[in-house]
T-cell receptor, first 116, second 114 residues
Framework: GAGVSQSPSNKVTEKGKDVELRCDPI?????LYWYRQSLGQGLEFLIY????????KSGLPSDRFSAERTGGSVSTLTIQRTQQEDSAVYLC??????????????FGPGTRLTVT | AQSVTQLDSQVPVFEEAPVELRCNYS??????LFWYVQYPNQGLQLLLK??????LVKGINGFEAEFNKSQTSFHLRKPSVHISDTAEYFC????????????FGSGTKLNVKP
């Protein structure tokens, strides 16, 4: 079946511009995660959605970052007034969100963001 | 917050040799532990996980990992590696107070040479 998809695969933007990154999770997965992977770093947790519950935004690095998930499916990560330090690969993952299988995350291919 | 340490950023090894990739974490309370693998130009995929029970966990492609609570470690091992195992490996640990939140290590690049 279809996996997690992300778009665009690559995004180059000028400093100060806003960007939107999109994630389509696996159908039926209620949990959705956003991570950031900077060069030479591990995956940094950004935000987590579970069903209709309020998202866990504790990993968002600043108020320039926001995310929403519409209809419990597609999610958009928005970065306002981009800075060069925002350059990274942004990864989305989804999971079943219930039972022991909820802990297995399925990752998308990522969006490589470059801020010039 | 949980801290996950993968001390080796790169591990070169010859084909058919054994390998161990190290992972240590900071929390001494119960957590869930995972290894993910990222092959070149592919997304991350789950290799194995420890939730409870036997401390030796077997995963895909002949990999296994051992949970050591006293040492807060979850090292990944394979007795004989193949060229196709060349990839980046990430250790992940759940938040001890929210098992649906995860912290990842910085990754270890395994380079298998012929």
């Amino acid at each position: 079946g279809a996996g997690v998809s992300q778009s665009p695969s690559n995004k180059v933007t000028e400093k100060g511009k806003d960007v939107e990154l999109r994630c389509d999770p696996i159908s039926g997965h209620t949990a959705l995660y956003w991570y950031r992977q900077s060069l030479g770093q591990g995956l940094e947790f950004l935000i987590y959605f579970q069903g209709n519950s309020a998202p866990d935004k504790s990993g968002l690095p600043s108020d320039r970052f926001s995310a929403e998930r519409t209809g419990g499916s597609v999610s958009t990560l928005t970065i306002q007034r981009t800075q060069q330090e925002d350059s990274a690969v942004y990864l989305c993952a989804s999971s079943l969100g219930a039972g022991v299988s909820s802990y297995e995350q399925y990752f998308g291919p990522g969006t490589r963001l470059t801020v010039t | 917050a949980q801290s996950v340490t993968q001390l080796d950023s790169q591990v070169p090894v010859f084909e058919e040799a054994p390998v161990e990739l190290r992972c240590n974490y900071s929390s001494s309370v119960s957590v869930y532990l995972f290894w993910y693998v990222q092959y070149p130009n592919q997304g991350l995929q789950l290799l194995l996980k420890y939730l409870s029970g036997s401390t030796l966990v077997k995963g895909i492609n002949g990999f296994e990992a051992e949970f050591n609570k006293s040492q807060t470690s979850f090292h990944l091992r394979k007795p004989s590696v193949h060229i196709s195992d060349t990839a980046e490996y990430f250790c992940a640990v759940s938040d001890p107070y929210n098992f649906n939140k995860f912290y990842f290590g910085s990754g270890t690049k395994l380079n298998v040479k012929p």
